[in-house]
T-cell receptor, first 114, second 115 residues
Framework: KAGVTQTPRYLIKTRGQQVTLSCSPISGHRSVSWYQQTPGQGLQFLFEYFSETQRNKGNFPGRFSGRQFSNSRSEMNVSTLELGDSALYLC?????????????FGQGTRLTVV | AQSVTQLGSHVSVSEGALVLLRCNYSSSVPPYLFWYVQYPNQGLQLLLKYTTGATLVKGINGFEAEFKKSETSFHLTKPSAHMSDAAEYFCAVSVLRGGADGLTFGKGTHLIIQP
């Protein structure tokens, strides 16, 4: 069974640009969550999607958005990139909504903003 | 809101020695608790979780953790450290309040294994 796949693995963007990251969950998993990991702030919850609906959102500005497709694949978008957006972005998938079920994480997308 | 505190950003133990990584949580409702491990340039892997029931939880790779409500703790232990245990460890909490929250993670503890 394939794991959670995140593409691309590495990305370099310039301040002011926008970026789209992709996450393919484990087959059969309908819930996808996104996290930002930085050395200073650690792991922070961005948002969770289930059945194409955003169920929860963390404390991030509106520049961060996401969506989920009917096949459960998810994308997150960051507009007007800032240097502070440089981070490892992790996607997690789980069978059901709510994080009391086991979440399986992808390897992440390393975003560098220059 | 819930929070997690991991005591010690770095912990160093000798190979074969006891591993103890400390985690304390704050939650106004009964929590679900998790320990994850992260190897360099990798995502997070679940070691173990506590939801309800038995307070001593056994996980993968010989790790276990005990939920102590009176101490609001969920410390991770392993009787004998192995070189392959060197990694970053994260404690996390989740609560259900009508809708589900995402996981709230601690800052992480970097485990160093001395030969």
């Amino acid at each position: 069974k394939a794991g959670v796949t995140q593409t691309p693995r590495y990305l370099i963007k310039t301040r002011g640009q926008q970026v789209t990251l992709s996450c393919s969950p484990i087959s059969g998993h309908r819930s996808v969550s996104w996290y930002q990991q930085t050395p200073g702030q650690g792991l922070q919850f961005l948002f969770e999607y289930f059945s194409e609906t955003q169920r929860n959102k963390g404390n991030f500005p509106g520049r961060f958005s996401g969506r989920q497709f009917s096949n459960s694949r998810s994308e997150m978008n960051v507009s007007t990139l800032e240097l502070g957006d440089s981070a490892l972005y992790l996607c997690a998938s789980s069978l059901a909504a709510g994080m009391n079920t086991e979440a399986f994480f992808g390897q992440g997308t390393r975003l560098t903003v220059v | 809101a819930q929070s997690v505190t991991q005591l010690g950003s770095h912990v160093s133990v000798s190979e074969g020695a006891l591993v103890l990584l400390r985690c304390n949580y704050s939650s106004s409702v009964p929590p679900y608790l998790f320990w994850y491990v992260q190897y360099p340039n990798q995502g997070l892997q679940l070691l173990l979780k506590y939801t309800t029931g038995a307070t001593l939880v056994k996980g993968i790779n010989g790790f276990e953790a005990e939920f102590k409500k009176s101490e609001t703790s969920f410390h991770l232990t392993k009787p004998s450290a192995h070189m392959s245990d060197a990694a970053e460890y994260f404690c996390a909490v989740s609560v259900l309040r009508g809708g589900a929250d995402g996981l709230t993670f601690g800052k992480g503890t970097h485990l160093i294994i001395q030969p």
